[in-house]
Nanobody, 125 residues
Framework: QVQLVESGGGLVQAGGSLRLSCKTS????????MGWFRQAPGKERESVAA????????YYGDSVKGRFTISRDNAKNTVYLQMDSLKPEDTAVYYC??????????????????WGQGTQVTVSS
């Protein structure tokens, strides 16, 4: 069983930055590919970014490319999402997720086996 705990959310003005963290339990973190998703009220869950187990490959949704950066530290069992140039439309609950499978369909939520509880990000205009 893998447990994921997100942190780092909050309220920020448009143009600002936040860094989300997702710490996982267990000794096998380095075998999991990780993803970040977000969900705004009344909207479907949206893929944001993903990273392979080694960190060698990363993937981004079109709406965040060039503004967000995903990274991981396997020694700390933690994956990060650096969010810069934030916009009001980035407001959502952000979730991290883990999968032992490949990231051939990284945008698809059902590929991921484990999910965190989410952290709220609010960007004011």
């Amino acid at each position: 069983q893998v447990q994921l705990v997100e942190s780092g959310g909050g309220l920020v003005q448009a143009g600002g930055s936040l860094r989300l963290s997702c710490k996982t339990s267990g000794r096998t973190f380095s075998s999991y590919a990780m993803g970040w998703f977000r969900q705004a009220p009344g909207k479907e869950r949206e893929s944001v970014a993903a990273i392979t187990w080694s960190g060698g490959s990363t993937y981004y949704g079109d709406s965040v490319k060039g503004r967000f950066t995903i990274s991981r530290d396997n020694a700390k069992n933690t994956v990060y999402l650096q969010m810069d140039s934030l916009k009001p439309e980035d407001t959502a609950v952000y979730y991290c997720a883990a999968t032992q499978g490949p990231l051939t369909m990284w945008e698809t939520p059902y590929q991921y086996n484990y999910w965190g509880q989410g952290t709220q990000v609010t960007v004011s205009s």
